[in-house]
């Protein structure tokens, strides 16, 4: 819900006027009102975005972006009078798709889809009245489009042929049914005014044949996925409408406003699915309104936010297809459980039960600088958080934790460790409470030179 959108910023919405009542019971969200002051933190996603763009591509994997345009601007007859579009929220989404195309950055234009699409003022808008998300019918525009930006480029229409097609079949509903989604209600004071529901068409996506699956029943994992918002939820069909575009199966993650989408990149990046079989494209649907939000937007949630700089970090290392060694190496130099190693590099550590103070202790025979990053299989069985804590001479120490799967298989791992100053020397790792810790050749690899250039 978007109560949560941002953390403290939108808690109370409601009460601060983050619902705006337009023309014809059309409802807006004043998040979406932008000036010419969030251009030099809209500029620091533009340039997050095509670092890793550069980053994907070296490591074989071709980024679509799809930004979701402004419902204000696709739907500005429908604002209330006191409320226009001002200059800078009229063009930059243009400025932005520019801004990144001229770094080779494949852009799908949404916004001029939709302004020009005839079902804008349909019986079936492209938005909802009473939401702050598309429509069925907008969702399959938005899927159309990303197919015809992808069929106008011979790169990426090669890299889709090249994918195995799938059969799916679409099937609309024979009549309109209610609509549940409301969410801009919410953000108006409670019992103010009273909305009739919107009727919307249903859309089914369903395989017109079961899918290929091996010996032991596990289907391939498809070799396009699609990153994006609460957009990209199964509920609005989106995902499902790209499904029935492009005729190819997708591994879908979508992640809600709250924690945004760097932390939704960063995630499916992490995610066994990417470590196991990197796509061939990968669609990253963004809302217009959040570029302005990059990683350290400071009024997320805290656990979200995070420096620039290092998120970039992580994701470049969560990207690199292999490790190229760095010249630092690394040896265990204390073990705080049961454990029997003398080199960790390369080698296999593997314990009995832990507990929440159990630690291995590795050593660098130098200062580990920015570029380098940790990497490893490891499995903690039980517990679903890695801790890391840096230390050395004249170093502040540092903790960074990790979410893992918890299970009884080993997972890829890779995180870099900078500090605020020099490098560490040395780092603990606490796996929490498990029922055994195992480490399988842990790399200290370097990432490429010119990535913070």
């Given at each position: 819900m978007?109560?949560?959108?941002?953390?403290?910023?939108?808690?109370?919405?409601?009460d601060a006027g983050m619902g705006i009542v337009g023309k014809n019971d059309w409802?807006?969200?004043?998040?979406?009102?932008?000036?010419?002051?969030?251009?030099a933190a809209t500029d620091a996603s533009l340039d997050l975005i095509q670092r890793l763009n550069k980053l994907l591509a070296a490591n074989g994997t071709s980024m679509v972006v799809a930004m979701v345009p402004l419902k204000m601007r696709i739907y500005a007859e429908h604002l209330p009078d006191d409320i226009k579009i001002n200059a800078f929220m009229a063009g930059n989404y243009e400025r932005m798709r520019?801004?990144?195309?001229?770094?080779?950055?494949?852009?799908?234009?949404?916004?001029?889809?939709?302004?020009?699409?005839?079902?804008?003022?349909?019986?079936?808008?492209?938005?909802?009245?009473?939401?702050?998300?598309w429509t069925p019918t907008g969702a399959i525009l938005a899927a159309e489009t990303v197919k015809a930006g992808i069929g106008a480029n011979p790169a990426l229409q090669k890299e889709l042929e090249a994918t195995p097609e799938e059969g799916f079949k679409m099937v609309l509903a024979s009549r309109k049914r209610p609509s549940v989604s409301r969410d801009l209600i919410e953000q108006l004071p409670q019992n103010s005014l009273t909305f009739a529901p919107e009727q919307v068409v249903r859309v089914n996506v369903n395989r017109a044949r079961p899918p290929k699956e091996d010996l032991l029943g596990n289907a391939p994992i498809p070799a396009i996925a699609s990153v994006g918002s609460s957009y990209s939820r199964d509920w609005t069909g989106f995902t499902d409408a790209l499904r029935y575009q492009l005729q190819r199966d997708i591994v879908s993650v979508a992640v809600g406003a709250d924690q945004g989408s760097w932390v939704g990149m960063e995630s499916y990046l992490r995610d066994d699915?990417?470590?196991?079989?990197?796509?061939?494209?990968?669609?990253?649907?963004?809302?217009?309104?959040?570029?302005?939000?990059?990683?350290?937007?400071?009024?997320?949630?805290?656990?979200?936010?995070?420096?620039?700089?290092?998120?970039?970090?992580?994701?470049?290392?969560?990207?690199?297809?292999?490790?190229?060694?760095?010249?630092?190496t690394a040896k265990l130099a204390h073990a705080g459980l049961a454990a029997n190693a003398a080199n960790v590099k390369g080698a296999e550590l593997v314990t009995g039960p832990t507990n929440d103070n159990d630690f291995i202790e590795i050593g660098f025979d130098k200062p580990i600088e920015k570029l380098?990053?940790?990497?490893?299989?490891?499995?903690?069985?039980?517990?679903?958080?890695?801790?890391?804590?840096?230390s050395g001479p004249g170093v502040a120490t540092r903790r960074f934790s990790l979410n893992v799967p918890g299970d009884d298989a080993a997972h890829a791992v890779k995180t870099p460790l900078p500090s605020n100053a020099g490098g560490f020397t040395k780092v603990r790792i606490y796996p929490g409470k498990s029922n055994g810790f195992a480490l399988q050749g842990l790399q200290v690899c370097r990432q490429p030179e010119d990535l913070l250039k």
């Open positions: 978007l109560t949560s959108l941002l953390g403290v910023a939108v808690a109370h919405a409601a409802l807006f969200y004043r998040y979406e009102m932008t000036e010419a002051n969030d251009a520019q801004a990144l195309q001229s770094t080779r950055v494949n852009v799908i234009d949404l916004n001029t889809a939709f302004l020009n699409s005839p079902l804008r003022t349909s019986d079936t808008p492209l938005f909802f009245r009473l939401d702050t998300h699915t990417f470590q196991t079989k990197a796509p061939k494209l990968l669609i990253w649907e963004m809302p217009e309104r959040d570029m302005r939000a990059p990683p350290d937007y400071k009024f997320r949630e805290t656990r979200y936010i995070s420096n620039n700089t290092e998120w970039l970090l992580r994701v470049s290392a969560l990207v690199q297809a292999s490790c190229k060694p760095s010249a630092i380098d990053y940790l990497a490893a299989r490891v499995t903690t069985a039980g517990s679903k958080t890695l801790t890391f804590e840096g």
